[in-house]
């Protein structure tokens, strides 16, 4: 009943809607639009992707030739590259800013934002998110960690220094390395505001799918890139708020003196006041966040694969069921495998033994949806568009990228 | 001649054969000699950077024109009326087939020509474990991974669109579904055990009474490494890091008997066939140990000793003739994000014969010194009590007697 009503409203809402003035900062900046606002996202995605290249580029060049000076590097850089060599504290402060844009800024946002923000409205038959205020709101927080994890170039100390894992004690004490003064703080706050963000948009995505579909669309006649939407929205709900939780945590440990990450330190022959904390609890947060977020990236991309190679290969995508309960598969079981990137940590051997279990058992589900691909296209009537070759590209990679995770 | 037939022309193919052969060895031979040993003269490395540079920039000048003129031909034909023109369907199935040859040499390639790039030979009695355990999983995955792109690829070139055919209606199919879930969690399965098996050999070892482990504590800082070894007693004694001092940089609290006989080693030198145990601290940040050779990593972390038991196979002589390099040294490194300091922070590992090692232990130097004695109000000592290198209990009580006798 309820999807009825909120679809008649938005009916009437579109009536009204020629009446309004659209002004240029209405239409374009703070739009409400899920159309604009999936632009927007699309386009400080890729602005965010050519920075991180470009900060690849920087550093890469350094470790192809590290014996070497580099003159134009010092007229970028400044005093962080004199001579035209990188120094190693900025070297790292590179590497982790890539590796946060590229995971966190392009591939979550860039990506699963754009195209959940363009496609569900369109692809369930509402007229709007669920609460496009709300959708404008998450872009606009998302700009603003942008806008500050830039801004942490061009302070004194540099930016964050200590990987894109930023494991604490780290990055809990400006003594261990110059990037874990402000730059540090700057890369918690900016993270705080792109969950929030993500939580934004997550709750949007949830609500319009699950009550803006339209009439006679049940659960089982959504399209498979709504399913893949409608899951990532739900792992990014439930994994995002506990990285937040170890965010804030960490901020504690760093402004305010507590304990929860730090244990016996001595830095050179300085004795830290901190106990009974533990670094690895940080690392556990982090990846339980860290491994769903593999599968945050990777799912839009498999619903959006399936429904083009479907449409191609001029056959219904095979296996329909399997293919949606092998999507609630990986996202069940993203949970309880983060472990497998601590095996080396420290953690107990045993929880080591468990979490190579289930890291295994979430293969299964991938190798499902491989397969399925391929009978996708067995005997269908292939159409190579643009669309199709970099869908089975997808399927290609998606394999070759998988088999190296079993090993 | 129309531009298809100038494309056809065998001639013409041979031509760009030649052309590409030409410009790769060129490109090869740049590259050769940029890589020979002259003077240190940035201008080289700008010249290799802009080659490729614009290498690649004619590449995709290159495409672009080939793709323009074969677009001015298409619609050329079409203005006369004539047929289609170019097939593009028949195009890229065709570049499917290529690739998929192209890319199951490579990996052949890779795997003969790169695969014993992978790792290093293993020195270690559970790397071989390891080892075999990742040939297994590297063998299933690559069967895998030839078959399904074969499936793909050959999918994509078979099925090629054509007016003539329709598409096979086949939406689901249980049985088939039901198999291909089952077989992959059967050959997981497979991997999980043996894989439980080999972490349990690594992590979970019952002590052999009669080779007990030679205990050796590793303590990682920014941005080096300090090795204490165990003394006669064969037992690292205690610490604590609020006694950390300029002159006791590892807080070692002497207070503790069996820290006295404590000795400090430059370099990690352990004895061939002996199980070894480390325990490894850290004192500021996490660290990570790792000795590639060995197959042992496991991260430092303060405020938590961790353990590792590992037993060398393989003396660094005996890998000097297995390499044929003379200069070959085991190392450890560190492998985890530090600081500044970190691409530099490693250490000498040398495995040698039983004797050579109590050769070598007999020579090091206690932690323990005169000032430290002061410190802790310890007897002022004329000698430091000299280690006999046997880690058996017997020994230790003697010891430990003569440490007590020291101390009154």
Redesign the interface.
Request: aromatic fraction near 12%; hydrophobic fraction near 50%; proline fraction near 4%.
């Given at each position: 009943m309820s999807t009825i009503a909120l679809h008649d409203e938005h009916n009437q809402d579109h009536n009204d809607h020629g009446h309004h003035k659209e002004t240029l900062i209405s239409k374009y900046i703070f739009s409400q639009d899920h159309k604009m606002i999936a632009k927007q996202f699309l386009i400080t995605g890729i602005i965010m992707a050519v920075i991180a290249m470009f900060l690849s580029i920087l550093f890469r060049?350094q470790l192809a030739?590290p014996?070497?000076?580099?003159p134009f590097l010092e007229t970028f850089l400044g005093k962080w590259a004199e001579g035209g060599r990188i120094?190693?504290?900025f070297y790292?402060a590179l590497?982790t800013i890539h590796g946060t844009i590229m995971v966190f800024f392009v591939l979550t946002a860039g990506l699963s934002r754009t195209f959940s923000n363009l496609l569900i409205p369109l692809q369930v038959g509402a007229r709007d998110m669920a609460s496009p205020f709300l959708n404008m709101l998450s872009y606009w927080f998302f700009f603003t960690a942008c806008v500050i994890m830039m801004g942490s170039f061009f302070i004194q100390t540099g930016p964050a220094a200590?990987?894109w894992t930023v494991?604490?004690?780290?990055s809990a004490?400006p003594t261990?390395?110059a990037g874990s003064g402000l730059g540090m703080t700057l890369w918690l706050i900016s993270m705080i505001l792109f969950v929030a963000s993500s939580l934004m948009g997550g709750i949007n995505y949830v609500s319009t799918i699950l009550n803006m579909r339209t009439k006679g669309m049940d659960l089982w006649k959504m399209p498979l890139t709504i399913w893949a939407f409608f899951l990532t929205a739900i792992l990014g709900i439930l994994s995002f708020p506990v990285l937040v939780a170890g965010v804030v945590l960490l901020i504690f440990d760093r402004s305010f003196g507590t304990s929860f990450y730090?244990?016996?330190?001595?830095?050179g022959?300085n004795?830290l006041p901190n106990e009974g904390?533990?670094?690895?609890l940080w690392q556990h947060l982090f990846w339980f966040l860290g491994h769903p977020e593999v599968y945050i990236v990777i799912m839009p991309a498999m619903g959006i694969s399936s429904e083009v190679m479907s449409v191609n290969?001029?056959?219904?995508?095979?296996?329909?069921?399997?293919m949606v309960y092998s999507l609630i598969g990986i996202t069940v079981l993203s949970f309880i495998v983060w472990g497998h990137h601590m095996f080396?940590?420290?953690m107990n051997?045993l929880l080591?033994?468990v979490f190579?279990?289930t890291t295994?058992?979430i293969?299964?589900p991938s190798?499902?949806k491989?397969?399925?691909?391929?009978?996708t296209?067995?005997?269908?009537?292939?159409?190579?568009t643009p669309a199709m070759?970099y869908a089975?590209g997808v399927?290609?990679f998606f394999?070759?990228g998988g088999?190296?995770g079993?090993? | 001649m129309s531009l298809r037939k100038f494309i056809t022309n065998k001639t013409t193919a041979a031509l760009a054969v030649l052309l590409t052969v030409f410009a790769n060895t060129s490109a090869f031979a740049q590259d050769a000699a940029a890589a020979a040993p002259k003077a240190?003269d940035?201008s080289e490395?700008y010249r290799s950077?802009i080659f490729y540079t614009l290498v690649f920039l004619a590449v995709c000048l290159f495409i672009t024109i080939v793709g323009k003129a074969l677009k001015v031909y298409e619609l050329s034909q079409q203005a006369q009326g004539k047929a289609e023109g170019i097939n593009?369907?028949k195009v890229?199935?065709t570049l499917?087939a290529v690739s998929l040859i192209v890319g199951l040499y490579g990996l052949y390639w890779e795997y003969t020509v790169h695969g014993g790039m992978l790792l290093p030979d293993a020195a270690s009695e559970h790397g071989v474990k390891i080892d075999s355990m990742?040939n297994l999983?590297?063998i299933?995955?690559t069967i895998?991974?030839v078959v399904?792109?074969i499936?793909?690829?050959g999918?994509?070139y078979i099925?090629?669109?054509?007016p003539k055919?329709?598409?096979?209606?086949?939406?689901?199919?249980n049985t088939?579904?039901k198999i291909?879930?089952i077989i992959?969690?059967l050959v997981?399965t497979v991997?999980?055990l043996m894989?439980?098996l080999t972490?349990?050999s690594i992590?979970?070892k019952t002590e052999d009474p009669n080779n007990k482990p030679i205990q050796i504590e590793v303590t990682s800082?920014?941005f080096k490494w300090s090795i204490r070894y165990p003394g006669a007693d064969g037992i690292v004694g205690k610490r604590n890091?609020?006694l950390?001092?300029?002159s006791n940089?590892l807080?070692i609290d002497f207070s503790d008997l069996k820290s006295r006989d404590d000795l400090m080693a430059d370099e990690m030198v352990i004895p061939v066939g002996r199980p070894v145990k480390l325990l490894?601290n850290s004192?500021?940040?996490?660290h990570?140990f790792y000795m590639p050779h060995f197959r042992v990593?496991?991260?430092?972390?303060?405020?938590?000793q961790?353990i590792f038991e590992f037993t060398p196979t393989v003396t660094t002589r005996d890998m000097q003739e297995k390499t044929n390099d003379p200069n070959f040294k085991y190392l450890f490194y560190c492998a985890?994000?530090?600081?500044?300091?970190?691409?530099n922070m490693q250490k000498d590992v040398r495995v040698v014969s039983e004797k050579e090692y109590e050769e070598w232990l007999a020579k090091q130097k206690t932690f323990l010194n005169d000032d430290l004695r002061k410190q802790f109000n310890l007897p002022v000592a004329p000698a430091p009590v000299k280690a006999v290198s046997d880690s058996s209990a017997k020994d230790s009580v003697v010891v430990k007697n003569k440490t007590l006798a020291l101390n009154k």
């Amino acid at each position: 009943m309820s999807t009825i009503a909120l679809h008649d409203e938005h009916n009437q809402d579109h009536n009204d809607h020629g009446h309004h003035k659209e002004t240029l900062i209405s239409k374009y900046i703070f739009s409400q639009d899920h159309k604009m606002i999936a632009k927007q996202f699309l386009i400080t995605g890729i602005i965010m992707a050519v920075i991180a290249m470009f900060l690849s580029i920087l550093f890469r060049i350094q470790l192809a030739w590290p014996d070497k000076n580099f003159p134009f590097l010092e007229t970028f850089l400044g005093k962080w590259a004199e001579g035209g060599r990188i120094k190693s504290d900025f070297y790292l402060a590179l590497v982790t800013i890539h590796g946060t844009i590229m995971v966190f800024f392009v591939l979550t946002a860039g990506l699963s934002r754009t195209f959940s923000n363009l496609l569900i409205p369109l692809q369930v038959g509402a007229r709007d998110m669920a609460s496009p205020f709300l959708n404008m709101l998450s872009y606009w927080f998302f700009f603003t960690a942008c806008v500050i994890m830039m801004g942490s170039f061009f302070i004194q100390t540099g930016p964050a220094a200590a990987g894109w894992t930023v494991y604490p004690p780290l990055s809990a004490l400006p003594t261990a390395i110059a990037g874990s003064g402000l730059g540090m703080t700057l890369w918690l706050i900016s993270m705080i505001l792109f969950v929030a963000s993500s939580l934004m948009g997550g709750i949007n995505y949830v609500s319009t799918i699950l009550n803006m579909r339209t009439k006679g669309m049940d659960l089982w006649k959504m399209p498979l890139t709504i399913w893949a939407f409608f899951l990532t929205a739900i792992l990014g709900i439930l994994s995002f708020p506990v990285l937040v939780a170890g965010v804030v945590l960490l901020i504690f440990d760093r402004s305010f003196g507590t304990s929860f990450y730090l244990s016996d330190i001595v830095m050179g022959t300085n004795i830290l006041p901190n106990e009974g904390g533990s670094p690895i609890l940080w690392q556990h947060l982090f990846w339980f966040l860290g491994h769903p977020e593999v599968y945050i990236v990777i799912m839009p991309a498999m619903g959006i694969s399936s429904e083009v190679m479907s449409v191609n290969a001029r056959k219904p995508i095979f296996g329909y069921h399997a293919m949606v309960y092998s999507l609630i598969g990986i996202t069940v079981l993203s949970f309880i495998v983060w472990g497998h990137h601590m095996f080396v940590t420290g953690m107990n051997p045993l929880l080591g033994g468990v979490f190579m279990v289930t890291t295994l058992i979430i293969a299964v589900p991938s190798a499902v949806k491989t397969f399925n691909w391929l009978a996708t296209l067995w005997r269908g009537n292939i159409r190579f568009t643009p669309a199709m070759l970099y869908a089975i590209g997808v399927v290609s990679f998606f394999i070759s990228g998988g088999l190296t995770g079993i090993l | 001649m129309s531009l298809r037939k100038f494309i056809t022309n065998k001639t013409t193919a041979a031509l760009a054969v030649l052309l590409t052969v030409f410009a790769n060895t060129s490109a090869f031979a740049q590259d050769a000699a940029a890589a020979a040993p002259k003077a240190v003269d940035m201008s080289e490395v700008y010249r290799s950077v802009i080659f490729y540079t614009l290498v690649f920039l004619a590449v995709c000048l290159f495409i672009t024109i080939v793709g323009k003129a074969l677009k001015v031909y298409e619609l050329s034909q079409q203005a006369q009326g004539k047929a289609e023109g170019i097939n593009w369907h028949k195009v890229n199935a065709t570049l499917f087939a290529v690739s998929l040859i192209v890319g199951l040499y490579g990996l052949y390639w890779e795997y003969t020509v790169h695969g014993g790039m992978l790792l290093p030979d293993a020195a270690s009695e559970h790397g071989v474990k390891i080892d075999s355990m990742l040939n297994l999983t590297l063998i299933l995955t690559t069967i895998v991974l030839v078959v399904t792109h074969i499936l793909l690829f050959g999918f994509s070139y078979i099925y090629k669109f054509s007016p003539k055919r329709k598409a096979y209606y086949y939406p689901h199919n249980n049985t088939i579904e039901k198999i291909w879930t089952i077989i992959p969690a059967l050959v997981l399965t497979v991997l999980v055990l043996m894989g439980f098996l080999t972490w349990r050999s690594i992590f979970f070892k019952t002590e052999d009474p009669n080779n007990k482990p030679i205990q050796i504590e590793v303590t990682s800082e920014q941005f080096k490494w300090s090795i204490r070894y165990p003394g006669a007693d064969g037992i690292v004694g205690k610490r604590n890091y609020k006694l950390t001092t300029s002159s006791n940089t590892l807080g070692i609290d002497f207070s503790d008997l069996k820290s006295r006989d404590d000795l400090m080693a430059d370099e990690m030198v352990i004895p061939v066939g002996r199980p070894v145990k480390l325990l490894l601290n850290s004192k500021d940040v996490i660290h990570s140990f790792y000795m590639p050779h060995f197959r042992v990593q496991l991260n430092t972390v303060p405020g938590m000793q961790t353990i590792f038991e590992f037993t060398p196979t393989v003396t660094t002589r005996d890998m000097q003739e297995k390499t044929n390099d003379p200069n070959f040294k085991y190392l450890f490194y560190c492998a985890k994000i530090c600081g500044g300091g970190h691409y530099n922070m490693q250490k000498d590992v040398r495995v040698v014969s039983e004797k050579e090692y109590e050769e070598w232990l007999a020579k090091q130097k206690t932690f323990l010194n005169d000032d430290l004695r002061k410190q802790f109000n310890l007897p002022v000592a004329p000698a430091p009590v000299k280690a006999v290198s046997d880690s058996s209990a017997k020994d230790s009580v003697v010891v430990k007697n003569k440490t007590l006798a020291l101390n009154k």
